[in-house]
């Protein structure tokens, strides 16, 4: 019994997803044609094999990443973006205490 109440308590820890240190805070703008996705008032290209995870932590396809979401995302040294991750609000709210 104590070993279930400790594992239910320490669930929402284990819940939290590492974000990349090297990523940069955005918001996905209009849609665009594959492989271009639009981050703010940027137009960038997306790197081969790279990839969309969303609040859920599943992968996602490029379609189904919608406008004006909180977003992290990673360059690759082409410039290209790698990964993008879509931003839940508590980690928002994380990101916005810690700047």
Same mark, same amino acid.
């Given at each position: 019994m104590?070993?279930?109440?400790?594992?239910?308590?320490?669930?929402?820890?284990?819940?939290?997803?590492?974000?990349?240190? $090297? @990523?940069?805070?955005?918001?996905?703008?209009?849609? *665009?044609?594959? #492989? /271009?996705?639009? &981050?703010? =008032?940027?137009?960038? %290209?997306?790197?081969?094999?790279?990839?969309?995870? $969303? @609040?859920?932590?599943?992968?996602?396809?490029?379609? *189904?990443?919608? #406008? /004006?979401?909180? &977003?992290? =995302?990673?360059?690759? %040294?082409?410039?290209?973006?790698?990964?993008?991750?879509?931003?839940?609000?508590?980690?928002?709210?994380?990101?916005?205490?810690a700047?």
């Open positions: 104590l070993l279930l109440a400790f594992l239910v308590c320490a669930a929402p820890a284990w819940a939290q997803r590492a974000l990349p240190a $090297d @990523a940069k805070r955005g918001q996905t703008g209009d849609i *665009q044609m594959l #492989p /271009l996705v639009q &981050i703010g =008032y940027e137009t960038r %290209r997306l790197a081969p094999g790279g990839v969309i995870i $969303d @609040a859920n932590n599943r992968a996602i396809t490029h379609g *189904q990443l919608r #406008p /004006l979401t909180e &977003i992290l =995302y990673v360059l690759n %040294r082409d410039g290209d973006v790698s990964r993008i991750i879509v931003l839940t609000p508590e980690e928002q709210a994380r990101l916005d205490r700047n």
